[in-house]
Nanobody
């Protein structure tokens, strides 16, 4: 059974930085897609950043140039480095991975969510 555990959220003033981490545990063969989503109060969950298995990345326009998604394969960990944070970045952030295992094929997994609060 694969589990994703997030860490790194917190409160920061506008202009500050935070780094979110998402560790995958369990037995699996390959991670196909890694993504970070966020959901602000009263809003739908939105895709923030995506990292494909070929190394390509995509970012939503509002975070381009400020956020960086990355991975450390040796640690089964993905990161979201968030710089120049703005109050509108306040949300619960979720990591997502599409993972292939021989036992279960390709499945979607979500982290538990971590709160990021940016004050002005």
């Amino acid at each position: 059974q694969v589990q994703l555990v997030e860490s790194g959220g917190g409160s920061v003033q506008a202009g500050g930085s935070l780094r979110l981490s998402c560790v995958a545990s369990g037995t699996f063969f390959k991670v196909n897609i890694m993504s970070w989503f966020r959901q602000a109060p009263g809003k739908q969950r939105e895709l923030v950043a995506r990292l494909l298995s070929n190394g390509r990345t995509n970012y939503t326009d509002s975070v381009k140039g400020r956020f960086i998604i990355s991975r450390d394969n040796d640690k089964n960990t993905m990161y979201l480095q968030m710089n120049s944070l703005k109050p509108e970045d306040t949300a619960v952030y979720y990591c997502y991975q599409n993972i292939y295992s021989f036992a279960q094929g390709s499945l979607d997994y979500w982290g538990q969510g971590t709160q990021v609060t940016v004050s002005s």
